[in-house]
């Protein structure tokens, strides 16, 4: 089970000047939020759970071992914050999830039945539409 509330404590947020337009506030103020999290040193993650991250979030984790996110939608601060908290449980939680083990089922003998006499009007709708033979 996924221990949020301390996973989240774990959480390392630093704020950016947000690019793009948006005048002469968007260059003093840092609305921009980096989430940092360090995968391998989390004390809230059993081993396994380190790993399966590891394994399924390779493209956003770094070489140092850290999942790092970034949130400039709002331009509040705060909301950014709140955002890419968000994200980061999403993400986390999706990667840790199992996917259920799919098992092979045998068809039916009614959809069996059915999927012979379907094959069988088909093939009798298709050879009415061939020439007739000059027997």
Do not use: W, Y
Request: glycine letters at 4%; one cysteine or more; aromatic letters at 2%.
């Amino acid at each position: 089970m996924l221990d949020k509330e301390n996973l989240i404590k774990e959480l390392n947020f630093k704020g950016i000047r947000s690019s793009g337009a948006g005048g002469q506030h968007v260059n003093k103020v840092s609305s921009k939020i980096e989430l940092t999290f360090d995968v391998l040193n989390s004390q809230h993650l059993s081993l396994e759970q380190k790993d399966t991250l590891q394994e399924k979030l390779s493209n956003r984790i770094n070489t140092k071992g850290n999942l790092i996110l970034f949130c400039d939608e709002s331009r509040s601060q705060h909301k950014n914050k709140e955002l890419a908290i968000k994200r980061f449980i999403e993400i986390v939680s999706a990667a840790l999830k199992r996917q259920k083990v799919r098992r092979t089922t045998k068809p039916s003998r009614s959809s069996i039945l059915k999927k012979a006499a379907n094959k069988k009007m088909n093939s009798a709708k298709k050879a009415l539409r061939k020439k007739p033979g000059l027997d």
